[in-house]
Structures are given as C-alpha cells and as structure tokens.
C-alpha cells in the first residue's frame, strides 16, 4: 500500500510539472531590445534609460504616462504605459520596460526603475552635505 | 567600539561552537565551557545591536550606514527601523534575532539533553556565519573609510541622507522585524534535523522539534501577510500580493515548512516519513537562505520592484557559499543515513499504511504543498539562470489547482483516521459538509460566480471550512488549547474565500475627478474638494475626496507630494473598509489647467509689429523697472518686462509684460489680461544677436471649447472595489491564532515528554 502512497505523489509532481511546464513556457517574458520587440508578438522587457530631453507626460484622459526610451543597443522609442509615473521614474539609473511594441511605440503594461547610486549614496551626496 | 563587539561574538560562537561538538563526541563536561561562551556570544551581539541602535537615535552619521539611511528629521520609530533599513543593519537584526532565540533554545535543548550538543553545535554555526557577515560588510563602517579620498579622516556630515520614503510607515517598523524572527526560528528545526541524522536517532526529534517548527512557520506567515498589507495599504500597489520576487522567495520556505509540518506530525504517530520530514526541515532553512541571496546579490535587479542592489561581490559570494554549504551538508547526511533510516523505520512500524488513512492524505497534501512551492521557487528563480522574468499570472494559473487539491485533502484528512478507517464511514462523513459547500457554492454561482475553476476552489475551501470548524467545535468543549490545527485550517480557508473574492472580482476605474464636480463610479458618487496639506507634514498633501452611497458620506483623502530623496511623486491610496468589501482610491496624478501651450508662443524682435491672434502686437522696449542689478550676484529674485502696444482696428493699448525669475533661474509666468478673454504671458527674453522676446498669446475662450483642455484642478486616480477582502486579513488572523495555540499545545506536551524521560 505503501507503493500507492508514492505512486500517487509521483503522479501529482509529475501532473503539476507537466502543466507547469507549458504555462511557464506561455508566460515567461523575454529581455530583449527594441528590434527584437518590434519582429516579434510575444511580451518582451526591455531594459534602457529614459531620455529626460523628449515629451514625457502624463495622459490623463487615458491613464497612460508617455515617454521615450534608449535600449542598450542605443535605439529609441516612445513608451506608452498604462498608468501614472512610477515610483522613482525620475531618479532612475536604468528603468525595464515591459510589454509589446504596437506600431511605433511599446505598449508597457510595467515598468520597473532600478535606483542603485541612490539607495546608497555616493561621494557626491556626501560632498553636498559638506556644504 | 562596534567592530569590537562583533568581532568578540564572532569568536564566542566559534568557541561555543567547536565545544558543544567536542561535548557531542560524549564529553558532557564541555558543555560547562560551550554554554557560557553562547551566553557571551548572545551578550555581545545584543551590545552591538544596542550600540548601533544609540548610534542612530544620536545621528552619528560618520557612520556611512547611519549616514545613508537616517536623519535628524525621522520621528523615534523611523529611526529605530533605520536599524535594518539596509544591508548591513538587516543582517545584525537577524543575528540578533538568532542570539537570542538561541537563549531558549539552549535552555529548552538542556532539559531534553541528548539533543542539546549537536543542536546547538549547529545552531552556533549558523550564527558564526551570520556574525561574519556582519564583519565582512560591517555597519560601523566610517564615511571616510568608504570613501576613501573624497573626504578628510574624522569628518561628521552633519545631516543624514535620511530613510527611503516608500520606508517611512508604520509598517517598516513591525514587517521587517517580524519577518526576521520567522527567518532566524526556521534554523531550529534544520538544526534538529542535522542533529538527529548526527546522531543517527530518529525516534525522538520530531516531538522535540515540532513546536519550534510550529513558531518559525507562524511567524514567517504572519510577516510575510505584515508585507502584504503593507503593500496594499500603504504602496498602493492595489493589491497585497503581486507575485514580486521578494514576497516569493519568504513565501517557498514557509510552504516548505508547512509540509514539514504535516510530516512531521504523521511521523509521530506513524514513525514513518523520516526521510521527507528530515528533508523538509532541512529545505525550509536553505531555502530562507537562498531568500536572502535572491533578495540581496542583486541577482534579481530587474526583474523586482524591491531588490536590495549591489550588495559588493564578497557578500554576494559568502552567501552562495553559506547556502551552498548547509544544502550541502544537510542533504548529504540525510543520503549518507538512507540505509540506516529505512532499517529504523522497519523496526519501529508494524505496518505499512494504507491509503485510506489521515498519514497518507498528509503525505499528498504535503507533495501537493511542495508542487507549490516548486512552482513558485522555479518562476522566481528564472532570472537567474536566462535572461528574462515570468509573469505574475503564471503563479496564479498554477496554484489555483494546487489549491484546490490542497482544501479538499485538508477536509479529508481530518475525517480519515490514524492508520485505518472503515470506508463507509468515511464516505457518510464527508456528506454533510459536502452538501452544506455546494449549497452555497451553487448560492456563490447564482450571484455570478461562473468561472468553474474558481467556483471548484470556493467549494473546496467552504469544504474545508465546514469539516474543520465542526472539529474544532467538538473539541473545544474538551480543550481550547487543542484546537490550534483546526483554526489554523479554517482560517487557511477563510483566507482563500477572501483571496477569490478581492482578487477575482475586484473592479477598477480610472476616474479624472475634476475639482467640485461630482462623478459616478462603481456605485458611488465621488467628489474631489481639493487638496489639503497634511497637519503635521505640511510638505504632503492630502487629496480629499468626498465618497457617498446610499446616503452615507465619507471622506477619503489619499495622499501625494514631491520626494527629493525620490526626485519624483509619491503616492499613498487611501481605503475605506466597508465589512463586506473595500473601497480603494490610488491617486495617480493631479492635472492643474495649462497656463499655455507651445503653441501659443511666439517671437517678437524688439521695434517690431507682428500679428498674433486678430492682434498687432508691437514690442517696444525691455522694461527694467524692477530689475535689480546690484543683487545679480546674490542669487536673490529677479523680475524683467518688456512694453508692448497692442493695436486693435485702430485701438491702441499699452501693455506691460513680465517674467519673474527665482533665485535658482526657475521661470514664474506673470499672466496680463487684455480684454476679457485674452491673456498674454512673457515667456523668455533673449538679448544676444537680435534683442526680442517670447509671447504667448492664449485666447480663453477658444481653450475652454477644445475638446482635451482642462479648465480645472483634475484629480485623477484609481478607484477599485475589492469584495470579501476583510476575510483574507481575518483569515490571517485566524491562523496566526490557530498557531499560536498548536505552539503551546505542543511545548506542553514536550514537556510532558521530557518529564517521561526522567522518569
């Protein structure tokens, strides 16, 4: 009876890592850069800076914050994503973009913005406390 | 001083450490030396922790790590979470935590003696690497060490950075400190299990290790929903989880745990499952650690919205290591024993269970659990090994069926008994309950609930509810005390009815509120009556909202401000809890009307007409009245105009425009009205080559009819509605409780047993 017992766990693991298998496949989201993002249907991030000089506002008739982007490969493009600026959009080092590119621009569902230099200050800040 | 207290630590626990193993080689007087090096290692880690804690209420901030994360401006609780705001400080908390529950686990390992050598021979490991963290990667490390050259030896900055204001909460005070006791507790049962496989005993540990397995796993839950809530009401990310590789990597331990626990539970009853409660126990702790590599090697840096980063190359390193070594360790004992474990298990059981039974549902449910944990554990560690993340609805695909598995094998089990059960009976059993959740499941349906999975998941878990919730019942009239498992199941299935509700049938709007206008929205009426300064931070704005339904008004006031520390705007939602569902408002941005657009604007050169708008505007000359030469170097305000005559079908008007400058260079635009509808604005000056200016010329009239403009203050946010979500906090609370109970039930009876050994 014991065997049972294992079989029936072998069975669930084996079950769920089937399942799993496929619905990882369908839900995993690629890096990638613009290029890439535009021959393809499937969600991308890409990761890249955000270009401080070019129309970034705020739609609030949509929801949607518009902005553009350099990727690493030094390509640009314009962001549209849904909702407002994100936490610490403009402090950011580097931002991730995610979403697909629809037409001329990517449609960004989220947008993650890494901060490193200023979780932890610098010289620089310490300078300026000097003052 | 700091260093030195750690350092001195660091070499107790050595010390206790290498002598609580001599002790296990059977030399009992050793434990005379191991003991009282654990009590210095505690005392000295508890000063340190003190005197990091002094050095941030006095602002020592040649402290780079004091520096960085506080401020004289941080109200007392601030400051106290700015102790594990960081890297540095989060690792001293846990060896902290770690030092002190080690005081009771010694005391309670000394009255079941066998165990306590190798215990806490292990347990001091665990903490001496903890210890050289803190010594690698030292919180009392001073600016001028850190950054060598760019400042002189000895220099105080005289004001701290000051805490990340997504930090500054009330949250941060209790979340963090509470998540790190489930983290330090989850060691005991690793170390019990190392120890049992040490000693190569298996009869023994499981009654030993099973309350403090019971605490570690109520508490990492009770932090990680703190986390929870701390998202959803305070971040505003909408929700309490969103699958972000941080809330994840605390959340694959505790499953883990949970496992371990129905295991170990069997185990005692059946003697059977030793390898996979050894397993468990030992996996639950390795995988806290390899949480606090996920979450502090930076591994994860884009794919998470909270990742510690960079942490330096050595820490990042030690903690493979660390990791590595304990899994390492751990799960080689348990293949070294395999064959004395399977003799043990033939010896002590009489039969091997059948499938009917409460041990083998246990056993499915805890495979079960760990598919779960699988799941989550393989999504959130996908970064690492390609370039890319998984989305959040992968996790929710997957765990919607697990879940449901789970409830029904929860309901079952507690039917089934120990060992045998009659089969009819069981099956009458299961009946009432049965019907009871498809009643108002079908009740669930009828109110629209038409998604089969989820409606599968209501009835499972109402099941659950109805079978635990007649147990408990039954025996509560017997002992209170005992009905810890059972509440903690009823509110595992509480939780579940709340998650279905606020997550499957929330609904969202995004409304643009304009200032004294009333908007319709998902049942309410909803206002925005301006914003408001915050009384006692008057640099933060409350956006207040007037809400009415049915009659009943309320006032919400979700906040936003400007953070320099962020250079950017925080927001804050507010909620207002209405028993059978929440009401959430998360303010996105305030639009103000543009004074004028690009378009508006043109130039003029000085001695020149042009026509701007049906208007010849002729600019005469600067107009310096008030400009302030001799304060140019000073920094102070400056305000310059320029005379225009405006010549309209023959009319002429002298106008004067200005710009005023801020000491920073930062433009205010000055409207002038000319007429009723016309309002001209100096917009820039330009002297060099060709002296003219910049114009804007905005007809009122013709903005107020163009479809986009916006004529007044516009509040614009969020607002979600989100069902039943007080059963997932109450759900919580229901289970911390059932914990709590299970704890005490189960130190009594280990003590009982300990008294028996005596005997």
Redesign the interface.
């Known amino acids: 009876?014991?065997k049972?017992?294992y079989i029936?766990?072998t069975v669930?693991?084996l079950v769920?890592?089937t399942?799993?298998f496929f619905?990882?496949i369908?839900?995993?989201?690629?890096?990638a850069n613009f290029s890439y993002a535009s021959n393809t249907h499937r969600?991308c991030?890409v990761?890249g800076t955000w270009l401080k000089d070019k129309e970034t506002r705020?739609d609030?008739?949509n929801?949607q914050f518009i902005f553009h982007m350099r990727d690493e490969n030094n390509h640009e493009m314009k962001v549209i994503l849904d909702?407002?600026?994100p936490?610490?959009?403009?402090?950011a080092e580097s931002i991730?973009a995610?979403g697909k590119v629809k037409g001329d621009h990517f449609h960004a569902t989220e947008v993650?913005t890494?901060?490193?230099s200023?979780?932890?200050?610098?010289?620089e800040?310490?300078?300026k406390?000097?003052l | 001083m700091g260093p030195i207290l750690i350092h001195i630590a660091f070499a107790a626990c050595i010390i206790s450490s290498l002598f609580y193993w001599i002790s296990a080689t059977g030399r009992k007087n050793m434990l005379k030396i191991s003991r009282p090096a654990y009590i210095v290692m505690a005392v000295f880690t508890i000063s340190s922790a003190s005197f990091l804690l002094y050095n941030i209420l006095t602002h020592q901030f040649q402290y780079t790590y004091i520096w960085n994360h506080s401020s004289t401006k941080e109200p007392l609780n601030l400051l106290i979470a700015t102790f594990y705001a960081g890297q540095e400080g989060s690792f001293h908390l846990w060896a902290l935590w770690m030092s002190i529950i080690g005081i009771f686990l010694m005391s309670y390992t000394s009255k079941h003696e066998r165990y306590e050598a190798e215990v806490m021979g292990t347990f001091t490991l665990l903490q001496a690497f903890i210890l050289f963290i803190l010594i690698v990667k030292s919180p009392y490390t001073y600016v001028w060490e850190s950054f060598a050259g760019d400042v002189a030896e000895g220099f105080i900055p005289p004001e701290g950075r000051g805490l990340n204001p997504l930090l500054q909460n009330f949250w941060m005070t209790i979340h963090p400190p509470i998540l790190f006791v489930g983290f330090s507790a989850m060691s005991v049962p690793f170390c019990f299990a190392v120890a049992a496989l040490i000693k190569n005993k298996y009869d023994r540990w499981v009654n030993i290790a099973l309350p403090w397995t019971l605490f570690a796993a109520g508490v990492l839950g009770l932090g990680i929903m703190l986390g929870g809530y701390w998202a959803y009401g305070v971040l505003g990310w909408g929700g309490y989880w969103a699958w972000d590789p941080v809330e994840n990597s605390s959340l694959v331990p505790w499953i883990t745990s949970i496992a371990a626990i129905h295991l170990m539970i069997s185990s005692r009853v059946t003697k059977g499952f030793i390898k996979s409660t050894l397993f468990l126990c030992i996996i639950s702790y390795v995988l806290v650690l390899y949480s606090t590599f996920l979450t502090r090697s930076g591994v994860l840096g884009d794919a998470s919205v909270h990742s510690f980063v960079d942490p330096g190359q050595e820490v990042y390193l030690f903690l493979i290591i660390f990791l590595s070594l304990f899994a390492v360790v751990g799960i080689g004992l348990i293949i070294f024993r395999f064959k004395s474990i399977n003799s043990e298990i033939s010896s002590l059981k009489q039969e091997s269970s059948p499938i009917l039974s409460r041990e083998s549902a246990l056993f499915i449910g805890a495979i079960t659990l760990c598919a779960s944990a699988l799941v989550v554990l393989a999504g959130t560690s996908w970064p690492i090994f390609a370039k890319g993340s998984v989305e959040a609805d992968f996790y929710n695909k997957m765990n919607l069926p697990i879940a449901i598995l789970i409830s029904f094998i929860n309901g079952a089990s507690i039917l089934l008994k120990w060992k045998h059960t009659e089969e009819k009976n069981f099956m009458k059993s299961l009946v009432v309950p049965f019907v009871l959740a498809s009643v108002l499941t079908g009740l669930f349906a009828f109110m629209g609930m038409r998604d089969f999975l989820i409606a599968l998941l209501a009835l499972s878990a109402l099941f659950a509810f109805f079978i635990n919730a007649e147990t408990a019942y039954v025996i509560s009239r017997r002992s209170k005390i005992k009905t810890g498992a059972y509440l903690a199941h009823i509110g595992f299935a509480v939780l579940l009815l709340g998650v279905i509700g606020s997550s499957r049938y929330s609904q969202e709007e995004n409304l643009s509120l304009p200032i004294g206008q009333t908007v319709e929205a998902l049942g309410y009426r909803m206002t925005y009556l301006g914003a408001t300064p915050i009384p006692d931070d008057p640099e933060k704005y409350h956006f207040n909202v007037k809400v009415e339904r049915d009659g009943k008004e309320m006032m919400l006031k979700p906040v936003m401000y400007y953070s320099d520390y962020s250079e950017g705007v925080m927001k804050n939602p507010d909620i207002v809890n209405l028993i059978v569902r929440d009401l959430y408002l998360s303010p996105m941005a305030l639009e103000v009307p543009e004074e004028f657009s690009a378009e508006d604007v043109d130039s003029i050169v000085k001695g020149s007409v042009k026509n701007i708008k049906g208007l010849d505007i002729h600019f005469v000359n600067f107009n310096m009245d008030e400009f302030k030469r001799d304060e140019l170097s000073s920094g102070a305000a400056q305000t310059i105009g320029a005379d225009l005559e405006i010549n309209e079908n023959g009319v002429r008007t002298p106008v004067t425009v200005k710009i005023r400058y801020s000491g920073d260079g930062v433009p205010e635009f000055i409207p002038v009205k000319y007429k009723d509808n016309i309002e001209l604005y100096l917009v820039k000056i330009s002297v060099s080559q060709e002296p003219q200016i910049q114009l804007a010329v905005v007809d009122r009239t013709r903005k107020m009819n163009s479809p986009d403009a916006i004529t007044s203050e516009t509040l614009i946010l969020t607002a979600s509605v989100k069902p039943l979500i007080n059963l997932v906090w109450g759900g919580t609370v229901i289970i911390v409780i059932g914990f709590a109970l299970s704890v005490i039930n189960r130190v009594k009876k280990s003590k009982a047993a300990a008294s028996d050994e005596e005997v």
């Not at chain 1, 936490?87 to 402090?91: C, I």
């Open positions: 009876m014991k049972i017992r029936a766990g669930i693991i769920f890592l399942i799993g619905s990882f369908d839900s995993k989201v690629e890096y969600k991030q990761k705020y609030a008739a929801n909702g407002a600026e936490n610490n959009f403009r402090m991730v995610k993650l890494k901060c490193p200023k979780y932890e200050g610098d010289s800040d310490l300078k406390s000097n």
